[in-house]
């Protein structure tokens, strides 16, 4: 085994878990930074962007009974029209074979540290590649609370201006 550099077990187990979770912290980061995109800064203060769309109201005048029309202007925050981008682990499945090539007692806690090298399934040999059978289910995940709220009273701010 000369070239072959033994891992702690722990070593082995918890990097792929790191990963998931590095990889959790950058789809945040990613939904923070699609949100915050959204947003104009005006007065050190984070505003929506809006979109305004302008059309024609048509309403019967109660005085004249006759039919009238009034422009509109509907201003919608963007955030609200799009889907978050918001993407959660739902399952990780970490499978793979490892062959513990030392012990290594430790005196002070009475245990042993075992040091271990990715082994192959498909013989008995020992597979320097390190393979990993890795198996990762991603799901759009329900939205944060406070983002959903956020939405929710942007929702719900919508301003009509009409002419008069």
Do not use: W
């Not at 042993?112 to 498909?122: D, F, P, T």
């Amino acid at each position: 085994m000369a070239g072959n550099i033994a891992l702690l077990l722990e070593q082995i187990i918890a990097s792929p878990l790191k990963a998931v979770i590095d990889a959790q912290e950058e789809s945040a980061r990613a939904t923070m930074e699609f949100i915050a995109g959204m947003m104009d800064r005006k007065n050190g203060k984070l505003v929506p962007r809006s979109m305004e769309v302008s059309y024609s109201q048509a309403y019967v005048d109660a005085d004249s009974g006759d039919l009238r029309e009034e422009k509109q202007t509907l201003s919608v925050p963007l955030v609200t029209l799009v889907p978050v981008p918001y993407i959660s682990v739902d399952e990780v499945e970490i499978d793979f074979d490892a062959k513990i090539v030392a012990a290594k007692p430790k005196k002070e806690i009475k245990a042993v540290s075992l040091y271990a090298v990715y082994a192959s399934r498909s013989t008995s040999s020992l597979d320097l590649s390190g393979e990993m059978h890795v198996k990762i289910k991603a799901k759009r995940a329900d939205i944060p609370e406070g983002v959903a709220k956020l939405i929710t009273t942007l929702s719900n701010s919508l301003s009509i201006a009409g002419d008069e």
